[in-house]
């Protein structure tokens, strides 16, 4: 299958001078749910709203469903649907009528947006709530009439900017079932998001942002092995022992430790997480090291990030 | 999708904002015809009118004006909310005619234009205002008043869109739109102010609008021999078509750099 998505070098400087994407490649394929993951301001939206035409960018190349953005952004907006951080829709009209509305503007008979409007609502469960308006909508029920909306035409390609944000585990599980829905019906989704969990709950492949580029791309378990493994992290009493600790650890896990002389603490990558902690302490106890603390941490996103970020060339 | 079907079908949306929240109307409507009972009874009584006639005759028309000249807040604000809402991104990002956001609102405003004009006959009628000369010129008035308003449109979706906060525009709006229409002839005759003051609301473009509609009601007041007075209905043509040219082209430029 081609390429739905196609990003090249992708350049974006607003006017206050800040580079929002930085060289920014970006390949997916039809089909599928790509993730973009990233923190706040690494350029995910921005990357989201050049390649939906609704910024424009300075250098580089994209095209989308087949068409090129800069050139012909017409003929890509016809092949694309939108569903943002902030819910895109008309808060003083109702569910309905919100529907009808983008049926008819995206050159829907009077007739053909009502009957279209109709089949959503039931489809997204907003049938009940059909004639309120969409500022009484809970968050859930606003994004699913969002997403709604985007699918007025059946969309080649669906962004989905941070779907999620601050929706409630239940409505997020609503929307995580729609998407997989609609890539099971052929579309192709890029997804923006915070959440490492998301991602890998939807995401088929995963391009890690970060500073305007791409820092990392894979599966989500390639990403995952390579954003770091569980930390195991002893603390002991007596500083004159590290050394001793630093070979029971290598014993058993068969990786050097880091050590941090200062805090009396040892830090090593474990695959086994419960395994690795009772045969270090075991090891430690034998050898009649006195353990302060122990543990096994999971990396952070932040973390993560921060280890994606050192391994790319300044 | 033609320009005309997007630019029909966003008139409606913003006609349905009308019918779902129908406060902001009332207080558009409201407040003209406060004015008319309070500046027609509580002050009227102390007005004159040079030339001699009613005040209350000379007073509808003036409120007219200031009616369509409030709808600036009602357009900046709409196109504020619009724009602080994703719903334009939406819009933005959907194959159809860019325009449609701008002349849709602006319809909408014809409409809502012709509900206020609708309003205040009803409410002038009562209180002792008439229109003498005939049919074909209350119609010919009611034109001048909606072209007024189309130009004033045009001010508000500039200012909605630069203010991009519906909150700014009412901050920016109310403050000048009480000014603007007292410093004209809408609530007393500029002969009567002192004579600097006097010439400036000879000159204020609503001025124009003004006497030129009390001409065609044959409503007194029509003014001092000044040449802004004595061309009055050209003026009244000139002056919107003037804003439309210069802040029209302001407020596309404004929506089609939403994408810099």
């Given at each position: 299958?081609?390429?739905?998505?196609?990003?090249?070098?992708?350049?974006?400087?607003?006017?206050?001078?800040?580079?929002a994407?930085?060289?920014?490649?970006?390949?997916?394929?039809?089909?599928?749910?790509?993730?973009?993951?990233?923190?706040?301001?690494?350029?995910?939206t921005?990357?989201?709203?050049v390649?939906?035409?609704?910024?424009?960018?300075?250098a580089?190349?994209?095209?989308?469903?087949?068409?090129?953005?800069?050139?012909?952004?017409?003929?890509?907006?016809?092949?694309?649907?939108?569903?943002?951080?902030?819910?895109?829709?008309?808060?003083l009209?109702?569910?309905r009528?919100?529907?009808v509305l983008f049926?008819?503007?995206q050159g829907?008979?009077?007739?053909?947006?009502?009957?279209?409007?109709?089949?959503l609502?039931?489809?997204?469960d907003?049938?009940?709530?059909?004639?309120?308006?969409?500022?009484?909508?809970?968050?859930?029920?606003?994004?699913?009439?969002?997403?709604?909306?985007?699918?007025?035409r059946r969309p080649?390609?669906?962004?989905?900017?941070?779907?999620?944000?601050?929706?409630?585990?239940?409505?997020?599980?609503?929307?995580?079932?729609?998407?997989?829905?609609?890539?099971?019906?052929?579309?192709t989704?890029?997804?923006?998001?915070?959440?490492?969990?998301?991602?890998?709950q939807?995401?088929?492949?995963?391009?890690?942002v970060?500073?305007?580029?791409?820092?990392?791309?894979?599966?989500?378990?390639?990403?995952?092995?390579?954003?770091?493994?569980?930390?195991?992290?002893?603390?002991?009493?007596?500083?004159?022992r590290?050394?001793?600790?630093?070979a029971v650890?290598?014993?058993?896990?068969?990786?050097?430790?880091?050590?941090?002389?200062?805090?009396?603490r040892?830090?090593?990558?474990?695959?086994?997480r419960?395994?690795?902690?009772?045969?270090?302490?075991?090891?430690?106890?034998?050898?009649?090291?006195?353990?302060?603390d122990?543990?096994?941490?999971?990396?952070?996103?932040?973390?993560a990030f921060?280890?994606?970020t050192?391994k790319v060339?300044? | 999708?033609?320009?005309?079907?997007?630019?029909?079908?966003?008139?409606?949306?913003?006609?349905?904002?009308?019918?779902?929240?129908?406060?902001?109307?009332?207080?558009?409507?409201?407040?003209?015809?406060m004015f008319v009972?309070?500046?027609?009874?509580?002050?009227?009584?102390?007005?004159?009118v040079?030339?001699?006639?009613?005040y209350?005759?000379?007073?509808?028309?003036?409120?007219?004006?200031?009616?369509?000249?409030?709808?600036?807040?009602?357009?900046?604000?709409?196109?504020?909310?619009?724009?602080?809402?994703?719903?334009?991104?939406?819009?933005?990002?959907?194959?159809?005619?860019?325009?449609?956001?701008?002349?849709?609102?602006?319809?909408a405003?014809?409409?809502?234009?012709?509900?206020?004009?609708?309003?205040?006959?009803?409410?002038?009628?009562?209180?002792?205002?008439?229109?003498?000369?005939?049919?074909?010129?209350?119609?010919?008035?009611?034109?001048?008043?909606?072209?007024?308003?189309l130009?004033?449109?045009?001010?508000?979706?500039?200012?909605?869109?630069?203010?991009?906060?519906?909150?700014?525009?009412?901050?920016i709006?109310?403050?000048?739109?009480?000014?603007?229409?007292?410093?004209?002839?809408?609530?007393?005759?500029?002969?009567?102010?002192?004579?600097?003051?006097?010439?400036?609301?000879?000159?204020n473009?609503?001025?124009?609008?003004?006497?030129?509609?009390?001409?065609?009601?044959?409503?007194?007041?029509?003014?001092?021999?000044?040449?802004?007075a004595?061309?009055?209905?050209?003026?009244?043509?000139?002056?919107?078509?003037?804003?439309?040219?210069?802040?029209?082209?302001?407020?596309v430029?404004?929506y089609r750099?939403?994408?810099?």
């Open positions: 299958m081609t390429s739905t998505i196609v990003a090249e070098g992708l350049r974006k400087r607003f006017r206050g001078g800040a580079v994407l930085d060289d920014f490649d970006l390949t997916v394929p039809a089909g599928i749910v790509h993730g973009l993951l990233g923190p706040n301001g690494a350029g995910k921005t990357a989201v709203r390649l939906s035409t609704l910024l424009s960018f300075d580089g190349r994209a095209e989308v469903a087949g068409a090129d953005v800069a050139g012909d952004p017409r003929t890509v907006r016809e092949r694309i649907a939108l569903t943002g951080q902030d819910a895109a829709v008309d808060d009209l109702s569910g009528q919100n529907l049926g008819r503007l829907l008979s009077p007739a053909a947006a009502r009957a279209r409007a109709g089949e609502l039931e489809r997204f907003l049938a009940g709530a059909a004639s309120r308006s969409a500022k009484d909508y809970s968050g859930g029920m606003r994004r699913r009439l969002d997403l709604a909306a985007s699918l007025i080649a390609v669906l962004f989905l900017d941070e779907p999620t944000t601050g929706l409630d585990p239940r409505s997020r599980n609503e929307v995580w079932r729609a998407v997989r829905d609609l890539v099971s019906e052929g579309t989704v890029l997804l923006t998001t915070q959440y490492l969990e998301e991602a890998d939807l995401a088929a492949r995963i391009s890690v970060d500073a305007g580029r791409v820092v990392a791309e894979g599966t989500p378990d390639e990403l995952k092995s390579a954003l770091g493994a569980d930390r195991l992290e002893v603390v002991i009493r007596e500083a004159d590290l050394d001793d600790a630093a650890i290598k014993e058993v896990t068969g990786t050097v430790p880091d050590i941090d002389p200062d805090q009396r040892l830090r090593v990558p474990v695959a086994d419960v395994g690795a902690l009772t045969a270090v302490l075991h090891g430690l106890q034998d050898g009649a090291i006195t353990v302060a122990i543990g096994v941490h999971r990396p952070t996103l932040d973390e921060l280890t994606l050192e060339p300044a | 999708m033609t320009a005309v079907t997007a630019g029909r079908v966003m008139a409606g949306r913003y006609l349905r904002h009308v019918v779902r929240a129908p406060e902001e109307i009332v207080i558009y409507f409201s407040l003209p015809i009972l309070v500046f027609g009874y509580v002050f009227g009584s102390g007005m004159a040079p030339g001699g006639g009613h209350r005759e000379f007073l509808v028309p003036g409120v007219f004006v200031m009616t369509m000249f409030y709808g600036i807040g009602a357009t900046g604000t709409g196109i504020a909310v619009d724009m602080n809402r994703g719903v334009v991104d939406r819009f933005r990002s959907m194959p159809m005619p860019r325009s449609a956001l701008i002349t849709g609102r602006m319809a405003d014809q409409v809502r234009a012709l509900l206020e004009i609708t309003a205040l006959v009803l409410c002038g009628l009562p209180v002792g205002w008439r229109w003498h000369l005939g049919v074909p010129r209350l119609l010919a008035a009611i034109g001048l008043l909606l072209l007024l308003r130009a004033l449109s045009c001010v508000g979706v500039a200012l909605g869109m630069l203010a991009k906060n519906p909150d700014m525009v009412a901050t709006v109310f403050p000048l739109a009480f000014p603007l229409t007292a410093i004209s002839n809408v609530f007393v005759a500029p002969e009567l102010m002192p004579g600097w003051l006097g010439v400036v609301s000879e000159w473009p609503i001025s124009a609008t003004t006497t030129a509609i009390r001409e065609l009601f044959g409503n007194p007041g029509i003014g001092s021999d000044s040449w802004p004595a061309h009055a209905l050209p003026l009244a043509v000139v002056w919107p078509v003037l804003l439309i040219v210069v802040v029209g082209p302001m407020a430029r404004r750099n939403l994408s810099r």
